[in-house]
């Protein structure tokens, strides 16, 4: 069965070079929130997240929402393994797949082909299962002579879909999701849009931070609210964005989603009447 669980996970960053007395001090007063704090080899630490406690299940979606700061990008990067708790304890079943950042995994001084390959043996594919899978990201990321250049060489924008189509080519069993790759160009995204939702829908469990609400309504069945690293909400879309959102965001946010469905719907159904 694929879970995640979450148990009293608190997340520390150590500030170095903070022993000072007045340091402290001056960085004590200014920070807001009470993020601040002190850990057990009494070092200045940054408490990005405190005290969560969550559980998913397959066919769960959960949306992490929550200002800039308020720990959801390192809520992920804990979960991918790529930071270690400070406390508290976490237990994943299932492959997981993360999308957190656009160049994750890959070796910049070798070529897109080379990347490519290397993931393909890291995911213990077989030659011809790396063939196939040479074969759909380089289609998909339309890099033309480039896919056999080294990867320090490309633009931003060469990067993003590299690493989009990498991160999409092997679906896992539990996704994690960060905002950077709802960002991007209207013809990056339009290609990009449907086949994330495809592998959205083939995860077992999605977990998604994001700043666009139509996007967690659409695609979320449960979301979590987190403000200075703590958990302020807990419940369905409606429930929280209806408490997260100004009144008229909610509502735009909402009507933004009935036109989307309204498109979609309107699209299979000249699909099937052609």
């Given at each position: 069965m694929t879970r995640i669980s979450v148990e009293h996970l608190s997340i520390d960053f150590p500030l170095y070079h903070g022993e000072s007395r007045s340091l402290k001090k001056t960085v004590f007063a200014a920070a807001s929130g009470r993020r601040l704090g002190q850990d057990g080899r009494k070092r200045l630490v940054v408490q990005a997240v405190r005290d969560v406690d969550f559980e998913l299940h397959s066919g769960d979606r959960l949306g992490l929402i929550g200002a800039n700061g308020a720990g959801k990008s390192t809520l992920l990067r804990t979960l991918a393994g790529i930071y270690e708790p400070s406390g508290g304890r976490i237990t994943i079943e299932g492959a997981l797949s993360?999308?957190?950042?656009?160049?994750?995994?890959?070796?910049?001084?070798?070529?897109?082909?080379?990347?490519?390959?290397?993931?393909?043996?890291?995911?213990?594919?077989?030659?011809?299962?790396?063939?196939?899978?040479?074969?759909?990201?380089?289609?998909?990321?339309?890099?033309?002579?480039f896919i056999n250049l080294p990867v320090r060489i490309?633009?931003?924008?060469?990067?993003?879909?590299?690493?989009?189509?990498?991160?999409?080519?092997?679906?896992?069993?539990?996704?994690?999701?960060?905002?950077?790759?709802?960002?991007?160009?209207?013809?990056?995204?339009?290609?990009?849009?449907?086949?994330?939702?495809?592998?959205?829908?083939?995860?077992?469990?999605?977990?998604?931070?994001?700043?666009?609400?139509?996007?967690?309504?659409?695609?979320?069945?449960?979301?979590?609210?987190?403000?200075?690293?703590?958990?302020?909400?807990?419940?369905?879309?409606?429930e929280i964005l209806q408490q997260y959102l100004p009144s008229d965001q909610f509502a735009q946010a909402s009507m933004a989603l009935a036109a989307r469905t309204k498109r979609e719907a309107d699209g299979m159904a000249n699909q099937q009447a052609a």
């Amino acid at each position: 069965m694929t879970r995640i669980s979450v148990e009293h996970l608190s997340i520390d960053f150590p500030l170095y070079h903070g022993e000072s007395r007045s340091l402290k001090k001056t960085v004590f007063a200014a920070a807001s929130g009470r993020r601040l704090g002190q850990d057990g080899r009494k070092r200045l630490v940054v408490q990005a997240v405190r005290d969560v406690d969550f559980e998913l299940h397959s066919g769960d979606r959960l949306g992490l929402i929550g200002a800039n700061g308020a720990g959801k990008s390192t809520l992920l990067r804990t979960l991918a393994g790529i930071y270690e708790p400070s406390g508290g304890r976490i237990t994943i079943e299932g492959a997981l797949s993360a999308l957190l950042d656009a160049s994750q995994g890959m070796n910049p001084d070798l070529t897109g082909r080379e990347n490519i390959r290397l993931r393909g043996l890291f995911s213990g594919l077989n030659p011809k299962q790396i063939e196939q899978l040479e074969l759909d990201v380089a289609q998909f990321a339309e890099l033309d002579d480039f896919i056999n250049l080294p990867v320090r060489i490309y633009s931003s924008g060469m990067v993003v879909r590299l690493g989009f189509a990498l991160a999409t080519a092997i679906r896992p069993q539990i996704l994690l999701m960060d905002e950077w790759i709802l960002a991007g160009d209207a013809a990056f995204m339009g290609r990009a849009r449907a086949r994330l939702e495809s592998m959205v829908q083939g995860a077992e469990i999605l977990v998604l931070s994001t700043h666009a609400p139509d996007v967690v309504m659409q695609w979320c069945n449960r979301v979590i609210w987190l403000e200075g690293g703590r958990v302020r909400g807990d419940g369905t879309p409606h429930e929280i964005l209806q408490q997260y959102l100004p009144s008229d965001q909610f509502a735009q946010a909402s009507m933004a989603l009935a036109a989307r469905t309204k498109r979609e719907a309107d699209g299979m159904a000249n699909q099937q009447a052609a």
